[in-house]
C-alpha cells in the first residue's frame, strides 16, 4: 500500500506559534527606541520613580490607585507592577517600559492562537486571526503607548483564563482550574473590564449546551467569587473619585459612538489618530459596516455560530465598560483612547474568522498564499506609521494638534508637555490659545503661576487666579498658590504706599487660610500704618493662639500694651510669653515704638 506523502502545510501549522510570536516582534522591535510621550507616562514612571524602582513598594501598589495615590478611580496594580520591571530594567530611560510591552503583546498573540485552537477553529483560520492581530494598527496603540501595558495584560489574562476555564471544563484537571484562578486574578488587578469575564464563561457553558449548575463546576464558581471579593475590597479603600465626571447610563450613552468608531477603525487602521474625537466618518463607516456585519451574521447560518456569538459577546462585553465614564472635559479633549481597543478586537476576530470561507485562509491555496501576506505587509506598514507618532512628546502632540487643532484641552496638554520641555514661551502660546478656544479654570491657573513664578507679575498672576478660582478651580495645591501670591503682592502694594489695597489682598488671603499667621502678621503691619493699633493688637492675638511661639506677635504685644495708659499693667505678661519662647530680655523696652 502506497503511503500518501505528508502534507508540508501541516507541519508548518505545528511550529506557526513561533511566527505568531517572532513577527510582532521584529514588527515592535523599534518600539524600544520611542521615547515618552508625556501623557500619563511622565506622572507615572518619571514622578513615580523612587515607588516603581524599589521591589518593596509592592504593598503600596495594591493599596493605592494607578497614579500611587487615592483620588481617581482607577485600580490597575498590575500596570505598576509591568512599569516597576521596566523601571527596574532601564530606570528613567523609556526602552525597558516599551520591551515589557512589546513583549507582553507576543504572549497575547500565542495565548490568542491557543484560545481560537481551543474554540475549534482551524488550524489555518486561528493562524490568520492570530497573525492579523499581532501587527494590526489599532493593537498598536497599546504597544506604543507605555500608560496602555494594563489593556495589553488583561488581553493577556482575559485570553489565558478563558483558556484554561475550558481546558478545566473539558478535562476536569485541577492544575488548569489552578492556572484559571490565578490568570482570571490577574485579568482583574490588570483593569476594571474583567468584571465581564464571568458573563462570557457562563455564556460559553449555555452556548455548548453544558449544565451551568453540574456541581464539578463549583469550585470555579467559588474561585471566581473569592477573587471578586478580594478586589473588590482592596479596589474600594485604594481610590478616590473624579469630581465633575459622568458616570453609568448617561456617559454610556453619550459614549455610544465608541462602538462602531473602533468597528471601522479595525476594517479601516490608516492613519489612525492617538487621540480620537469621534467623528462622522469613523461613525458612519462604522455603522454601515457593523450592518455588513450583522448580515452576514444570519448568513453563516450555524457555521461556526457558537465562535461567532461569543466573539459578538465578547465584542460588546469588553468595549461598553470602557464607556461607562465620560470626563467633564470630555467635549474639548479626547473621546475615547484607541489602546482601550485592545481587548474587543479579540472579539472581532472571533466574528471574521467564524464567517469567512476556510478556503479564504488555506495556505494550500494559491490565492491565499498571495493574499493573507499581502494583507499583512500592508497592515505591517500602517503600523510602522502609527509608530511615529509615539517617537516623543513633540511628534505625539503636533499629531494630535494637526487632526484636532479646535480642541482646548489638546493645546494645554501640549503646552504641559512644552513646559516640562523647559519651554515656557511656547507654554504660554498654548494657554493662551486654550483659553481662546474655550476657558477653564486650569487655563487661567496655569497662566497666573507663569505671571507668578517667570515673570513676578503679582497683579496679572492675581487676575488669573482669581478668574481660576471662579471657574471652580480650587484644589488645595491651586489655593496654596493663591495664598503666597495674596502674600507676596501685598508686600509689592505696601511698599508702594497702597496700605489699604493690601490689606484686602491679605483678606482675600484669609478667606482660603484662617490659620495662616504669615497672612495674620501682614495684615496687621498693614493695619498699623493706616493707624488701625488696636485692629493689628487683636490680629497678633489671633497669632499667638494659632502659634504660640510666634515670639514677634508676643513682642508686639507688649509694645502695643507697654505704650498704651490704659493697659501697661498687661506687658508684663506679653513680655514673661515672650522669653518664655526664646526671646531676649533686651530685646524688650517699652520705649521701642511699634
Known sequence: MKKSKPDPFDRFFNYSWILVFLLPFALYCSALSLGFVFFDDDVLILENQQVIHDPGSLGKIFTTDVFIGKTVPYYRPLLNVALMIGARASGTNPGGYHLVSVLVHCLNCLSLLWLLTLLGLSKPKALTGSLLFSIHPLI?????????????????????????????IRQKNWKYLLLHILTFAGAFFSKESAVALPFLFLL?????KKRIMEPGYFPVYLSWLTVILVWFFLRRSAIGVLQGDEQGIGAIIKNLPFLPEIVSKFFLPYDLPVMPVFSVFYTVSGILIMVFVIVLFFMAGKKDSMVLFLGLTWFLAFAIPNMFLRQ??????????????????????????????????????????????LLLFILALFTLLQEGKYKDGEAYWQSILKVSPDRAWFHH???????????????????HEAVRIKPYGTFYYNLGMIELMQKRKFESAYGYFTKAIEMGETKPEVMRNFVN?????????????????????????????????????????????????????????????????????????????????????????????????GGKQEDLTSRQKL
Not at 143 to 154: H, K, M, R
Open 140 to 168: 498598536s496603540n497599546a504597544v506604543f503607548w507605555i500608560p496602555a501595558v494594563n489593556d495589553l495584560l488583561i488581553t493577556l489574562f482575559a485570553l489565558l483564563s478563558f483558556a484554561t476555564f475550558l481546558l478545566f
Open 204 to 208: 460559553y457553558l449555555f452556548l455548548s
Open 328 to 373: 467633564y472635559n470630555t467635549n474639548d479633549s479626547f473621546d475615547y483612547l484607541e489602546h482601550r481597543a485592545c481587548l474587543p478586537s479579540a472579539g472581532l476576530l472571533m466574528m471574521i474568522l467564524a464567517m469567512v470561507p476556510e478556503a479564504w485562509v488555506d495556505l494550500r491555496e494559491r490565492t491565499a498564499r498571495i493574499a493573507i501576506p
Open 413 to 431: 496638554l501640549y503646552g504641559r508637555y512644552c513646559f516640562k520641555q523647559q519651554d515656557f514661551t511656547k507654554f504660554e502660546e498654548q494657554l
Open 485 to 581: 501670591l495674596c502674600i507676596e503682592s501685598a508686600g509689592a502694594l505696601s511698599k508702594n504706599g497702597a496700605n489699604d489695597k493690601a490689606s484686602e489682598r491679605i483678606e482675600a488671603a484669609l478667606k482660603y487660610d484662617p490659620a495662616n499667621t504669615v497672612a495674620l502678621m501682614n495684615l496687621a503691619l498693614f493695619s498699623l500704618n493706616l493707624g488701625d493699633n488696636i485692629k493689628a493688637a487683636n490680629l497678633w492675638k489671633k497669632v499667638v493662639q494659632i502659634d504660640p511661639s510666634a515670639i514677634n506677635a508676643w513682642k508686639n504685644l507688649f509694645l502695643f500694651y507697654s505704650n498704651s495708659a490704659d493697659h501697661r499693667d498687661s506687658s508684663s505678661y506679653f513680655a514673661a510669653q515672650y522669653i518664655k519662647f
